[in-house]
Nanobody, 129 residues
Framework: QLVESGGGLVQAGGSLRLSCAAS????????IDWFRQAPGKEREGVSS????????YYTDSVKGRFTIASDDAKDTVYLQMNSLNPEDTAVYFC????????????????????????WGQGTQVTVSS
């Protein structure tokens, strides 16, 4: 099970830190991917971290602004989001994929039919101009 938290309303230029807390799975066996979906838009892959080897991926639109990190002691992945702008407004979800799936983050995050092992319920991020 994955549970997201940390969303909210923030002004442009502000920051938020999202959390994705995992339970019922062996944390080191999974990558955690962050997605977002804005109203009327397709789901977009944002960032990923491999909890086994630490490999990290960011989509181009968030590079230099977002930072993903993992706390193994808490089985939690964080997404630190800085310099937020209204285009970042969306529901943010995290999803878990086994690290031995052999699929790269870019591949699976761009495939709308890819089957993740589990998803969180999402947390709303709203950035006002």
């Amino acid at each position: 099970q994955l549970v997201e938290s940390g969303g909210g309303l923030v002004q442009a230029g502000g920051s938020l830190r999202l959390s994705c807390a995992a339970s019922g799975l062996t944390f080191a066996d999974y990558s955690i991917d962050w997605f977002r979906q804005a109203p009327g838009k397709e789901r977009e892959g944002v960032s990923s971290i491999n909890n086994n080897d630490g490999d990290i991926y960011y989509t181009d639109s968030v590079k230099g602004r977002f930072t993903i990190a993992s706390d193994d002691a808490k089985d939690t992945v964080y997404l630190q989001m800085n310099s937020l702008n209204p285009e970042d407004t969306a529901v943010y979800f995290c999803a878990a994929d086994r690290v031995d799936s052999g699929i790269t983050p870019a591949q699976r995050m761009s495939d709308p039919s890819y089957e993740y092992d589990t998803w969180g319920q999402g947390t709303q991020v709203t950035v006002s101009s």
